[in-house]
């Protein structure tokens, strides 16, 4: 009996059924398919398709699980970003919209059995900021994205200019009043003393036009006054001696905003030179080596080209002399080492996407040094390891 027509009743009813979610142990994470009903999960699990699928996960399972694992993260983590940003929510909330979709990766195939496992682990990681209340577990989403960050340093740089013109107008007004008094030192605070009279019948006698006030004819209330001004001038002017416990080394000279800014450009580019390193490094055009003994004597030890990259870690290769294409996984194949002179792609590390001339091999330390023959440093010579290069196609 042929396959049921698109508008026929049958088909209609089948595609009303597949709508929404369907119960979590009839679907199979390897094969990423949702059956309705236990003889349908029962027919799939017989299925060429489903066992060909087990094979492959019984060679590096825990590679499947760690692949799961990343997806079900990368989903989760991008969905709070998206539909919360940084605001501070219930993980059970996220959750649920996030099951919401049919298509999504199941938590039991993932290395976390709980969602509150994850959630801690989502805060041990960095990911997010966690915190347990009765409720339950609350999550926030951190905001690391390059965008944003270049953003906030180039206002703290504005900030830190901002101050940096404010301090140069300071300087220069505080100049233009220094030579205003021609280069005299400000005039002395005035010191007030306190006025007695001996008797009550003298008189207090005030002098305006005096720098200082004299009683009247009291010789001990006039001679108080001038007595207690140079004290206090004398005061004023000695120099305060420091504290015993202050360092002198800390009244160091301030950094300016051009010397902060030029520090955060040298921290930066530092960062940028230090070694990234990926789990993927399969890329176009190179020559490999299927080291995989599932698919026969024929194709094993053989050398190939990869024609395409898939999904990072899938590659569509040419065999070299038969002409065969194949589908491999990175696991499948290795890097190949030309004799010295040949061109090679170096495939990880710093100079990721370079290409350079293969000078000699280092048996001893299991690398090679090559001579970079594109990019910014051009000619400079570096030792790579094996696995980090392979030969240029």
């Not at 301030?254 to 450009?265: D, P």
């Not at 094993?300 to 491999?328: P, W």
Request: hydrophobic share 30%.
């Amino acid at each position: 009996m042929g396959k049921a027509d698109f508008l026929s009743p049958k088909a209609i009813a089948n595609r009303i059924k597949s709508k929404g979610l369907q119960k979590l142990r009839w679907y199979c994470q390897m094969c990423q398919k949702q059956c309705r009903d236990e003889n349908g999960f029962k027919c799939h699990c017989m299925s060429e398709s489903h066992q060909r699928q087990l094979l492959l996960a019984s060679e590096n399972p825990h590679r499947f699980m760690d692949n799961f694992s990343n997806d079900f993260r990368k989903e989760f983590v991008e969905l709070l970003r998206r539909r919360f940003g940084t605001k501070r929510v219930h993980n059970n909330i996220v959750y649920n919209e996030y099951i919401s979709d049919r298509e999504h990766i199941h938590m039991n195939s993932t290395k976390w059995e709980t969602l509150t496992e994850f959630t801690k682990w989502l805060g041990r990681e960095g990911h997010c900021k966690v915190d347990e209340t009765p409720k339950g577990w609350y999550i926030q989403y951190i905001d690391r994205d390059p965008e944003t960050i270049r953003r906030q340093e180039e206002q703290a740089r504005k900030k830190k200019h901002d101050l940096d013109d404010e301090e140069r107008s300071a300087k220069f007004i505080e100049d233009q009043v220094r030579r205003g008094r021609g280069g005299k030192e400000p005039d002395e605070s005035p010191v007030y003393t306190e006025m007695k009279r001996e008797s009550e019948e003298e008189k207090v006698a005030f002098n305006l036009g005096a720098s200082s006030c004299t009683a009247g004819p009291s010789k001990a209330s006039s001679a108080l006054g001038p007595s207690a001004l140079k004290a206090a001038a004398a005061a004023s002017t000695k120099r305060k001696e420091p504290p015993p416990g202050s360092d002198p080394r800390a009244d160091k000279k301030k950094k300016s905003a051009l010397e902060e800014i030029m520090e955060m450009e040298e921290n930066k580019r530092r960062k940028q030179q230090q070694s990234v390193r990926t789990d993927h490094w399969l890329q176009p055009s190179i020559v490999v080596k299927v080291v995989t003994k599932r698919l026969g004597e024929k194709y094993h030890k053989k050398k190939a080209v990869v024609m395409e990259v898939r999904d990072k870690y899938e590659a569509v290769v040419k065999l070299i002399g038969s002409g065969d294409k194949l589908k491999l996984d990175q696991n499948h194949v290795e890097t190949v080492i030309p004799a010295p002179g040949k061109r090679v792609r170096i495939l990880n590390g710093p100079h990721r996407d370079t290409e350079a001339l293969l000078e000699g091999i280092d048996e001893k330390n299991f690398s090679a040094t090559l001579t970079l023959d594109s990019g910014r440093q051009k000619g400079k010579r570096v030792d790579v390891a094996y696995e980090d290069f392979s030969k240029l196609a």
